[in-house]
């Protein structure tokens, strides 16, 4: 075998990719704490307001799409912590392999384990909330294409706010913000669904949404674990 | 001047709320401005100071 | 004339001493001008009658709190590309006028809002774009007060800073196709009156004086960090000595 100089990124991704996630396996406690979270604050709602079902159909999704953002946000502490706490991310940072791969590899394995459960337990929010066939189906399809543009541009977040004292609720501040767009396609779709005018525009943009934020933000994230470590 | 001035059509409270919060919110701001300022200097005068006392009992050890 | 000459912080604290006092009494006579053209020679509207006076702040703070974000924003790329340290602590200077404007930008329209369209707020796209300017002004002075090494706190406050001037047209604009789909909850804010010579006049000037109080605030606020940044260095010493 001899030293290879140059790693492609498709390399570096599904190196990062197999890590995480045999590294979310190992800790499944972890994994279940933010869908736990996700279906709690779902649950919530119909309590705090009243149990109205005509009512409830109309909030659902607007309720599914905050549940799913704050589910996120909970659980970006742990896609550099762990690495940063016993010093991988700094070897990741040096190895040859390319750092945007690593990073990209790394979001995805974060969004397999958080963002791919919600869209799968979503069944459960349409029970909970009386949501028809069509309307969940549209809500499905909306976390499925808007979940992953939460963990990209959440990765910046967790990046900037890397190893500070107050980074958890300083990263609330910093992303929620930007996740406004996301919401209201997001949830915009299925009301749009319901009202008869169709969901294709809003998942349309959803999709694009994540394509462009697919070649925008592992650019950005980089930058910001960069500048961590300077 | 004449109550019709500062009344303006019933609707003073609104206008002078207004303009009243963006004047206190500017003074807010350069008494802050001020604040930081001289802190910055307080701090830089505490360790000019400690700087010199090193330096003196180091001359004194010697 | 060398562009990093002035880029120093050495050179540029004098000057920027020389300079605010200038910009501030600009903006104090603007000010004033602005102020008697918009109470005593602008007419009363005829449609909103006097409320309509909050103008001569509520559009001038509007506009300063997005053009302060898009300059800060621009500080932060040059600092990020070329590594000049002024350029960093500009941006760090800009954000709490710029969120101050912010701010009062937000009052204003809410105490404009209220007798004119009858309610304080609206979930309209300029409004929400406002509101999500505030935070993204909170969250970059709010990042860079976390982080205490000063060179980490330049640039991490720099990528979230373009992040958010990328994001801000995106959120603008998914709010504002957000709107249409939800006619009627939203009050109409662009069949503003026609506005008469003189109110527009009296807008322009204070909007020049605000812009005029910024570049003042905003060199008071860099002198203010280059003394916190550049402790060790006998140059700063010696200014301050001489400006005793």
Redesign the interface.
């Known amino acids: 075998m001899t030293e290879r100089e140059f790693f492609g990124p498709g390399e570096a991704i599904s190196w990062a990719l197999r890590r995480d996630l045999r590294l979310a396996l190992r800790s499944r406690g972890e994994l279940g704490v933010a869908l736990l979270f996700f279906l709690i604050v779902v649950s919530l709602f119909p309590l705090s307001v009243n149990p109205d079902p005509k009512l409830l159909r109309t909030i659902a999704p607007g309720i599914a799409w905050v549940s799913a953002l704050l589910a996120t946000l909970l659980a970006l502490g742990r896609l550099f912590n762990n690495d940063y706490a016993d010093g991988t991310l700094e070897q990741m940072l040096l190895s040859p392999l390319p750092l945007p791969g690593i990073v990209g590899g790394k979001v995805l394995a974060h969004w397999i384990s958080t963002g791919l459960p919600l869209v799968l337990v979503s069944p459960l929010v349409a029970v909970q909330f009386g949501l028809g066939g069509g309307e969940l189906g549209v809500l499905m399809v909306s976390l499925l294409l808007g979940t992953p543009i939460l963990s990209m541009?959440g990765a910046?977040g967790a990046a900037?706010?890397l190893g500070?004292?107050?980074a958890p609720v300083?990263l609330a501040?910093?992303v929620?913000?930007?996740y406004?767009?996301v919401l209201?396609?997001g949830a915009?779709a299925v009301?749009?669904h319901a009202s008869g005018?169709g969901a294709g525009g809003h998942l349309s943009l959803l999709a694009a949404g994540t394509l462009l934020a697919g070649l925008?933000t592992p650019w950005?994230t980089c930058?910001?674990l960069r500048?961590?470590y300077? | 001047m004449n109550t019709d001035f500062f009344a303006l059509g019933g609707h003073g409270l609104y206008v002078w709320g207004s303009y009243l919060v963006t004047a206190l919110v500017m003074v807010v701001e350069i008494v802050l401005l001020r604040h930081r300022r001289r802190q910055a200097v307080e701090i830089l005068q505490q360790e000019a100071e400690l700087a010199e006392e090193i330096t003196k009992s180091n001359e004194s050890t010697s | 004339m060398n562009f990093y000459h002035y880029a120093a912080p050495a050179t540029f604290y004098p000057l920027a001493g020389k300079l605010w006092p200038w910009f501030a009494a600009i903006a104090a006579l603007l000010g004033l001008i602005g102020l008697y053209i918009g109470f005593v020679v602008a007419p009363t509207d005829a449609q909103q009658g006097e409320v309509y006076r909050v103008i001569f702040i509520h559009v001038p703070a509007a506009w300063m709190s997005m053009f302060i974000y898009l300059v800060m924003a621009g500080y932060c790329a040059l600092g990020l590309a070329f590594k000049t340290r002024l350029s960093a602590m500009m941006a760090s200077a800009l954000a709490p006028t710029g969120a101050m404007f912010t701010f009062v930008a937000l009052w204003t329209g809410a105490l404009w809002g209220k007798p004119t369209w009858g309610t304080w707020w609206a979930w309209d796209a300029r409004m929400t774009s406002e509101l999500i300017l505030l935070f993204l002004y909170l969250g970059f002075i709010a990042l860079q007060s976390a982080i205490e090494d000063p060179r980490r706190a330049d640039r991490a406050g720099a990528v979230l800073a373009l992040v958010g001037v990328v994001n801000i047209p995106i959120i603008y604009f998914s709010v504002k196709w957000w709107n249409t789909l939800h006619q009627g909850a939203s009050v109409s804010l662009t069949a503003a009156p026609k506005m008469a010579e003189t109110m527009l006049w009296g807008m322009l000037i204070m909007a020049l004086a605000a812009w005029a109080y910024a570049i003042a605030m905003s060199l008071l606020r860099v002198r203010a960090i280059i003394i916190e940044r550049e402790r060790q260095t006998e140059w700063l010493v010696e200014a301050l000595e001489a400006e005793r």
């Open positions: 541009l910046i900037l706010t500070l004292r107050a300083l501040l910093l929620l913000p930007l406004v767009p209201i396609f915009g009301e749009a005018l925008a950005a930058t910001a500048i961590a300077e």
